[in-house]
């Protein structure tokens, strides 16, 4: 690789405010879809989680220390808007321009999401959230705000994370009264709403901010054919189709897919629209394409096999998705790890929109044990970090726009269904799902890997 492909690469580190912030009831921050979703007993809940609330200053200045360039983060819809809308927090607005300006100072630049699972619960209560046509106006009168406030300082902006997650989770879209058939169509309408909505925060993020880059934050699924008969690359190109290129095409090219959308008719899923939201959806496209990749998948022909025991997003009967048989399975990645499988997402990315890309989250969930001499031995994070990063540089050196690559996560973080067992951070957060101890950060052996790559990289 030429020293000067990776002149300005943005290595970078990814959390989420309902991870990490803790403080859910501090500062004037409403309740949230996240914080009244239900936790099992004995796994800790989003009211301290690692408490970056009260340690920003030293969370930012272990940024420093890392040496990253970028660091994506997301802020609180709630912190903002207590209620979703109306009434604006100045107190939480505050609490952001401090982070920004920060990192600003010690040159790391922001990459703001927008919204990242934490629905305001308000929003639920008086309009069915996403299936109410007021949240996308919260929404936009959200956005707009954030606009407003940092538009002169943070360039690049995510819209949505994991639009895809949002659909299909209960816990983050807060529609829990619906089931079966009811619930899927909820699942399309949601999609097409958060569209929209997308929509008005490009419209405004083009007239606000100067030079500013906006798009989404893809779940992207790799998905291989399970075997070479015709019928299992047909499910698989299929399960790509829906899983990520649908909402992508929407922030892209504002369509559904003619395929997809023959099948949604065809199933009776297909979304309520109005003849004015075209316009809306051809006007605006994004400017950037974030992703989050940690494994591939296989997918095989539907043949009616149960699959229960699988997220609702991979039941259809257009394939079924079966585990990748290549590469290693842990205790938390249950589908193996496939690094050639990121390149892979990459070429098709490019060549489906020709758009600038970043890699948002890419990590390795582990059950770390803090040792007694403060030391985190995390050889097995370090392997799969490095051999990714290696497949990111074949790819800008082969002339891809690969922006950048944001780990998943600086810190130990809440998981969103096992609390504080399952850990990806870069630094550890001594703290239990019962136990909060003194929540003292320690740096993992691979904090120092990743420093010290950054700063091989920066002397090129």
Known sequence: ????????????????????????????????????????????????????????????????????????????????????EGELNQEGLDFYTKIIDRLLEYKIEPVVTIYHFDLPQKLVDQYGGWLGR????????????????????????????????????????????????????????IMYHMALAEKLAFKWCHELVSDGMIGPASAFQNIYPASAAPADVEAAMAAEEILSFTLLDLSVRGSIPARIAHTLKKQALYPETREEDVQLLQSESADWICFNYYASLCA?????????????????????????????????????????????????????????????????????????????????RIGYLKEHLDECFQAVEEGIPLLGYSPWSFLDSLSGREGFVKRYGLVYVDRTDEDLKDLKRYKKDSFYWYQKLISDCNKK
């Open 1 to 84: 690789m030429k020293n000067s492909d990776l002149k300005n690469f943005m290595f970078g580190v990814s959390s989420s405010a309902f991870q990490i912030e803790g403080a859910a009831q501090t500062g004037g921050k409403g309740p949230s879809t996240v914080d009244t979703r239900f936790v099992r007993p004995g796994i800790a809940d989003t009211s301290v989680a690692s408490d970056f609330y009260h340690h920003w200053e030293a969370d930012i200045e272990l940024l420093r220390e890392l040496g990253v360039k970028a660091y994506r983060f997301s802020i609180s819809w709630t912190r903002i808007f207590p209620d979703g």
């Open 134 to 189: 007021e949240t996308i106006y919260a929404y936009e009168q959200y956005a707009k705000t954030l606009f407003e406030a940092f538009g002169d300082k943070v360039k690049y902006w995510i819209s949505i994370n994991e639009p895809l997650m949002v659909m299909f989770s209960k816990d983050f879209n807060g529609i829990r009264d619906h089931e079966g058939k009811a619930y899927e169509r909820a699942n399309y309408q």
């Open 300 to 380: 095989e022909a539907y043949s009616g096999k149960d699959d229960s025991n699988m997220p609702q997003f991979f039941r259809s009967q257009q394939y079924r998705i079966v585990p990748n048989p290549v590469g290693a399975k842990s205790e938390w990645m249950i589908f193996g790890t496939d690094p050639t499988g990121l390149r892979l997402s990459i070429y098709k990315l490019w060549q489906r929109y020709n758009l600038p890309l970043m890699i948002t989250e890419n990590g390795y969930a582990n059950s770390d044990t803090l040792e007694e001499d403060g030391h985190i031995h995390d050889e097995t």
